[in-house]
């Protein structure tokens, strides 16, 4: 079985129509990408809230395929899902920065995955007007929380 198939067959049995289902399965510089384009109506079906369903299946993926995938990395995306919330964490963290450099309050976000967090550290660090702003991680697994504030003098 191809990773496509087993997504087409995933989707199928999820209540998504075949025939408005496109997955295209591509690899460049180790990394397997796996593009999945349903309706917009079905996409919340496999995304979920803040995209944990999508990590789940991504997860079930890289489990089912471990042997094939070796050291290969391996990204499903649903709708470009994935694209757009980085914009968006990455537009909600330039906000919260701007707020820290206008009140001197620290600000901290609920609970973010790895991979978000790791986003917004990397959109504050790469913004020369948010040199003198420092993003932090603290706590551990679910009440893991990172919060921006003013670097220390």
Known sequence: MTIQTYLTNVCQHSGIDPEQLQIDVSEADNVITAAITVPTEDSGLLIGFHGETLSALQRLTRVVFQADLADKR????????????????????????????????????????????????????????????????????????????????
């Open 74 to 153: 391996l990204v499903i995306n649903v709708n470009n899902y994935r694209e757009q919330r980085a914009d968006k964490l990455r537009e909600i963290a330039f906000r919260a920065a701007q707020r820290v450099l206008e009140t001197g309050r620290p600000y901290t976000f609920s609970y973010l995955p790895a991979n978000e967090r790791f986003l917004i550290h990397s959109a504050l660090n790469d913004e020369e007007s948010f040199s003198s702003l420092e993003s932090v991680s603290e706590g551990e697994g679910m009440q893991r929380v990172l919060t921006i504030r003013l670097k220390a003098e």
